[in-house]
């Protein structure tokens, strides 16, 4: 049948598409810490330690980034190989066929839109706690949706728009957009380092295992660190973010690889030193609030690094919203190229060199979203879409290795068939440990979009109008 045939890989994948390239190793590597730095350091790492994992939230940003770094390891490999700007529905095209290709990005524009969403709303809520301080504040019907008694969410909104300008405007201004940000908020990290690393009380670590490794908590949730890892991994799902700019990197076959490794690195550093910090100068029970790096520094009585801190998590949330919607654009992009979605939003206008009907359709429907809906309880319902693409990059790898020895990888993963299916297996392992309604959640997702498919999309898809 057609949905088990693929479409052949090969470097015409990284050929002219209307795309400008305009993207170095370093822009990628900025544009993955953009990703990757945002909610995770600056809000689950409270929650994760006082609710799953205690001080040993450590060993949870270990155990996730060490899943993520065998993932980062395929990601990097198929990029070089395969091309293209879909990411994880690119790579499964080649590796499995139309049908998982068609599933894996329907999932990835649930992750991405869902995430974008869900961090408008956070940014929204630091927006307005400047605003109240320099007494400004919004009415209260226009920081909440109908849902929570308001009317909309306008800030959450509104810098969704933002985003749906600058993204439209063009790239490589996107991209310094972001690393201003990304600098604004190392900046800000930094202080945090340098304040906490003198007021550590080795007393808070203990117990450092509170929940033990796994096990089951209030309401019957899993808690532990590998539950801890399972809810952290939202702080990593940028990083594939890097590789949907295959089409716009000056030397994808180069610069994507570093970009993937080095961003993944370098955050992962981060955050074992930022959690070992927090979790050392404050007690883990106190640090599930909204803002734990900022709260942890107001009890300590460093009322000018938490405002600094503050600062930094708006700039640091923003950058976050720009490359996962970055992120949406490029694989609803791809889809659409290939037929699977509308050829209406396969265009590229030709003087911003982007795609700017799928950058409109994406900001509205996200504004809509963060403006109306409350999507604090979904980073779970995203990292298990990451993760089911996770395990697929990693399988992919072994699958093009079997059927396609002879493709030239200008990266190679080390150790296949091991690391890609030790990839597999942890990412799996990772997608054990969250909820059963995240589950439901999913399994109906993919329900419908497989629906989706066999009304529309299998019909329309260049491989059917090829006739293969």
Known sequence: MRIFRTKVA????????GLKRCLSAF???VLGVGAIIGTGIFVLTGIAAATQAGPAVILSFVVAGLACAFAALAYAELSSAVGGCGSAYGYSYAAFGEFVAWIIGWDLILEYALSTAAVANGWAGYFENALTAMGIGLPASLTMGPSLGG?????????VLVLMTLLAIGVKESAQSNAVMVFVKLVTIAVFIGVAAFNVHPANWHP???????????QG???GVFAGAAMVFFAYVGFDAVSTATE?????RRDVPIGIIASLVFCTVIYIVVSGLLTGIVPYRVLNVSSPVAYALQILGYRWASALVATGVIAGLTTVMLVLYYGLTRVFFAMSRDGLLSPFFARVNPKTQTPVRVIVLCGVLIAVTAGLIPLGDLAELVNI?????????CLGVVMLRIRRPDMERPFKMPLSPLFPVLGALSCGALMAFLPALTWIRFVVWLALGAIIYFTYSYHHSKLAL???
């Open 466 to 468: 090829s006739g293969e």
């Open 151 to 159: 009317i909309i969410n306008l800030p959450a909104a509104a810098i």
């Open 208 to 218: 450092f295992m509170p929940f033990g490794w796994s096990g089951t908590g209030p």
């Open 248 to 252: 716009e990197a000056k030397d994808p």
């Open 385 to 393: 879409g990451t993760l089911a693409a996770f395990v697929l990059v």
């Open 221 to 223: 949730k899993p808690v």
């Open 10 to 17: 090969s470097g015409d994948d990284f050929c002219d598409t």
């Open 27 to 29: 822009d990628l590597t």
